[in-house]
C-alpha cells in the first residue's frame, strides 16, 4: 500500500470518523482485478460480503493508497490525490448520516475515482468523456461522442466563482487544451433556479457559464440534493435555507424542478 498503513491512510483521507476493518490480502485481490474487468462481477461479490458497504469504503481506502504512487509515475501532484479522494469522506459521512453506521453506498461513482477516470482539480471535478448527443451551439455543431470534460460538483464547501474559475483553469493545464469544452449534467443548471435563489447566489453564477443544450423533467435530482431525499408529498420537506424554502413553495404549486444538460466553450 505504498508504504501508507491502513490506519494513517484512513486518516488522511476520512479524518477523526471512524474506520472501517481492513480486508484482507485475498478479497482485496479479487476486488481490485473485477474493478476494470468485470463491474457487474465486482458489485456481485461485494453483495456477497456481510457488510458490502463497510467492505466497499475499506476497499476505497485500499485503492486509494495503491493509487498514490501510480499518481506520482503519472506526474499528478499528492494535492490532487489528496482532494480527488477527498470524496471517498464526503460519501462515507453522508451514508453515516443517513444509517448510523460505517460504510459508502456509491459503488457506480467511487468506482470512476478507482479507475483513475475522474479527478478533482480545486473545487470541481472532471471527467473526460465524449457528448452523448449532437449539440449546436454559437453556431458549431459538436457531433455526438465530441470530447468534452464532464463537470461534476462535490458538496461539502460552497461554490464560489472564485473557486469554479480556478477549476476550469487547472482542467485546462491538466488535461493540456487550451480550450477544453465542458459538460455538464445537473440539478444545478436547471433554468427554474433563477425563480428560487438570489441574484448573488453562487449557483447562479455557476450556471451563468453553461448554455443548456437539453432538458431533464422527470429527473428529480433537484429534490432529493435540496432536501436530502424525495418525498411523494413535499409539505414534508425541511426549510431551513432560502433554497429549500422557495424550492418548497415551487413544488407545492404543482411545478417541478428538471435538470439540465449544459456546454461551457472555455476561452
Ligand atoms: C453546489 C452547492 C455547494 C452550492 O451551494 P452554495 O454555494 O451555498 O450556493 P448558493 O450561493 O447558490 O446558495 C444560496 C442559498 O441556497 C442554499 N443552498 C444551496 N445549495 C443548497 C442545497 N443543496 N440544499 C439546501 N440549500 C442549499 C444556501 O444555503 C443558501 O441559502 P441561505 O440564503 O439560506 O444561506 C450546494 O448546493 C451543494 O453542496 N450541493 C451538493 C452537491 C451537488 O448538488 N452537486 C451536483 C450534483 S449533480
Known sequence: MNNLGFEELGRMILGQDPL?????????????????????AFRRVLEEQRNPQETFLSFCLMMAGELREQYRLSGISDTVWQDTFSDIAIWSRR??????KTGLAQYGWLCHHLTMELFRLGRLQFQPGGLDQPVELEGKTYPMGSPVLWVHIPGG?????????????????????????FACESWLLSPVLPKLLGADSNILAFQRDYTVFALHPESRQAEERIFGRVLDDPAGYPEDTSLQRAAKAWLLKGEKIPAASGLYCYK
Open 95 to 100: 451514508y453515516r448520516r443517513e444509517t448510523g
Open 157 to 181: 464547501e460552497p461554490l464560489t466563482p472564485e473557486g469554479c474559475r480556478d477549476s476550469y483553469r487547472q482542467a485546462a493545464e491538466f488535461f493540456r487544451s487550451e480550450h477544453p469544452v
Open 20 to 40: 472501517p476493518s481492513p480486508l484482507s490480502p485475498a478479497l482485496c485481490g479479487e476486488l481490485r482485478f473485477l474493478l476494470r474487468l468485470d463491474q457487474e
